[in-house]
Structure formats: C-alpha cells, structure tokens
C-alpha cells in the first residue's frame, strides 16, 4: 500500500539562523544535495509533501515543486525531521520500514528529538504553519533510536565536511555522467582519474589541475574549471558553476551556478554566490546570491589557535563550538567591498552591505549597511529588493513574489527586535 514522505521543520531550526531565515531548514546544502535531496534519495518514497514555516512556505513550493503544508494526507504519512541526515544504515531502514510494512503508528526519538513519525492512518488534522513543536506528536509511543545525526549548529555543517564528504554516498554515487561528453582540454591534469566524474557539457580548461588522490572530485553539468585552476578532492562543482582562473579549491562545495575564485578550503558556497577573486574562505558557508568583492578574506584560526566561538541568533549569545577552525557563515543576498575582512568565527545576517578596511562585528544582523569604521545602519528594504532583483536579472532569474515576501517579512522582524 502507497505512503507518503512529508519533511519538516522543527523548533530547532531556529538555532541555524541566518541561513534558514529564507528557507526551510532542509534546503540547506550538505555536500552537493540538499537535506531534502538526501531524504528522498534515501528513503525512496512513493510521494512526498513538505512542512514549513508560513514566511518560507512559498519558497519550500517553488524550490521543490512539492505540496507544502497540507491540511490533510489520506494513507500513510512518514514524517521526516529535515535537520536530520537521512544516512543509510540501520535507523534508516528501521524507520523505513514502519511506513512499507504498515506497522502501528509511533514516533522515532532520539534524546529527546523527534527524528520521525509513522501515521498509518495519515494525518486528519492540518500541519500547523509554524515551527512543529514536539507536542504536536505527543501522543504517539515512543520508539527509542540512536546514531542519526541532526544539524543542531551551524559549525555542525563544516564538522561534517571535515568528517564525512569524502565518503558521502549521496554525492558521489548519484554523480554518474556521460565522460565522452564531457571537454577536457589539452594540456589539463588530472590525477587519480579513477575518482574524478565529469558530467554531460562539463569543461576542464587547458592548465586547470585535478588531483583526486585524497578524495574524489566531481563536475557537473555545464559546469567550467578555467586555467590553472588547482582542485585538491574532495571536491563537488554544481550545474553551470564557474571555477575561476588560478583558484585553489581543496574539500569544497561549489553550488549550482557560483562562480568561485581565490583559495577557498572546508566550505560551501550554497548556489548562485559570486567569489570570483582571490582571497581566502576556509570552513565556512555562504548563503545563496551573495557577491563576495575582491580580495574579501575571512580568518580560520585564531591567532592564539584556541577554540572558536559562534553567535547563535536565537540565544542571543556566542556559544563555545568546541572547534580549532571555523571561519564565516553568511545569509543571502550579502555582498561585499573590495579589501573586506572578517574575523574567526563570524555570523553574518541576509541582505547586507559591507565594506571598509579593518574586521567588521562577528555578529553582523540582517539588512545591515556599513563598516567597521562608521558603525551600522539599516540597508533600506526598498534598496535591499532592487539590489537582489538586479543581481537576479544578471542571471536570467527573477526576484518573485515568494522571496519578496521573505525579505520583507525578515526586515520587519529584524526592525522589531531593534525597536523592542
């Protein structure tokens, strides 16, 4: 008998902010698929739907092309914790199988998180369109599990590039492609070629080099590695994604559609973001649609090569990560001057304008403008919408209605919170 997937959002997605503030917790990448992608490659199910936050519904739907917050699911229903790492192994198959052998219904916990719960029955009653709280599934027994990893921080994600994305099955065994028709030109190397994928249209440019000795290396669709570009696996490049000429890429993520330069190490640059330059990012994020300016570098490593703290937005306070390496995490729509520099450890929120010598604030909040010198002001939401429906344009996207709202939601929140 049929059942249904449904992926959501719990309370603790707050604690990853900024990056959720424009899209449901499962849209963040890890490695090259997004949660959401790893839960239905891993799962595998008949048909899916999703939860989210009321501000981020709308982007959830255009994302993914998937109901979004039904009011009611007739046949079984298996829902999903979309901060968790859908992995194959045992849970996995343990939680699978509830739903394809129709077993009672009951909710997968572990520590105290739901991770999953099996509704035989479906669901009779609408998702709510807040963040869901545990009480929502309270009256299901319990079934106790252990081993599945949930992103509960953000220094979670770079712990997993350091950890697990040189073996990570869901990026590199779906990244199958044609070779022969792929360009590979005269005079590039490529080392440990057994490890190296190069997908349909994929360009490797005369001088570029890939070594895949230490992890393997992928290139997807139409995607470009320009001259003398260095890439040192594990690396995974996008659809159409861009590696400038004389870049130095080793352990990275280059989303769909980045173009990406300088040297960048343990980082994930989620799609349509712009580092053309040199400069240097290492264990850090960055959102979707920012532009880093030239020579824009983040520090790793603390001069005193201590542990690094991280502001986390929902307590209002750094927070010890337990981390030598941790560099910057920015929101969308961000952009940089020429010359920008940020400190070990450093948060910064969606819609910025930054620029000015010296280290900006490790907490920076959304929709702010300015510099280290001058302080900082809010950037205008009427400015901040031209800004990214220019920046859009250039791509041959548009800013929609969907993410107008998300950003006009976050600066009201952002300009309440000031005021309060």
Request: with cysteine; aromatic share 8%; hydrophobic share 45%.
């Amino acid at each position: 008998m049929s059942w249904k997937l449904c992926v959501f959002e719990d309370q603790e997605t707050v604690h990853l902010a900024p990056l959720v503030h424009t899209r449901p917790v499962y849209d963040l990448r890890l490695g090259l698929p997004t949660l959401l992608e790893r839960a239905l490659w891993a799962l595998r199910p008949p048909a899916a739907c999703l939860h989210a936050r009321a501000t981020v519904a709308p982007v959830a739907a255009r994302l993914y092309g998937l109901p979004v917050n039904p009011a009611q699911v007739e046949g079984g229903l298996l829902l999903w914790n979309g901060r968790a790492l859908a992995e194959p192994g045992e849970v996995l198959t343990r939680i699978r199988r509830a739903a394809t052998d129709r077993e009672p219904p009951r909710r997968f916990v572990q520590d105290g998180v739901t991770v999953a719960a099996w509704l035989p029955e479906g669901l009779a009653r609408p998702l709510p369109d807040t963040l869901l709280a545990e009480s929502f599934l309270d009256e299901l027994p319990e079934e106790q599990v252990e081993g599945v990893r949930l992103i509960g921080r953000l220094w979670h994600l770079i712990d997993w590039m350091e950890r697990d994305f040189a073996a990570d099955p869901a990026t590199w065994e779906r990244s199958e492609g044609a070779e022969d028709q792929a360009v590979v030109q005269p005079g590039a190397v490529l080392v440990a070629r057994e490890r190296i994928r190069l997908a349909p249209g994929a360009t490797i440019r005369a001088g570029a080099i890939l070594n895949a000795s230490d992890g393997p290396i992928y290139v997807g669709p139409g995607a470009v590695v320009s001259e003398g570009a260095v890439l040192v696996g594990p690396v995974a490049v996008g659809e159409r994604a861009e590696v400038r000429v004389g870049a130095h890429l080793r352990n990275c993520v280059v989303g769909p559609g980045v173009k990406l330069g300088g040297e960048v190490h343990t980082t994930i640059v989620h799609s349509y973001s712009n580092k053309a330059h040199d400069g240097f990012l290492g264990h850090a994020y960055i959102g979707r649609w920012c532009n880093l300016g030239a020579g824009t570098t983040c520090s790793n490593l603390r001069n005193d090569y201590g542990p690094v703290t991280l502001y986390n937005e929902a307590l209002g306070a750094f927070e010890q990560t337990g981390r030598q390496f941790l560099g910057l995490f920015m929101g969308d729509h961000t952009k940089t001057s020429i010359g920008t520099t940020f400190n070990t450890g450093t948060v910064v929120g969606v819609s910025c304008n930054l620029y000015g010598p010296g280290f900006h604030a490790r907490y920076v909040p959304s929709f702010s403008w300015g510099s280290p010198a001058d302080g900082y002001v809010p950037f205008r939401l009427e400015k901040a919408l031209r800004v990214a429906e220019a920046v859009m344009a250039r791509r041959g996207h548009v800013l929609d209605e969907a993410e107008r709202a998300v950003l006009a939601a976050l600066f009201e929140q952002v300009h309440a919170t000031s005021a309060g």
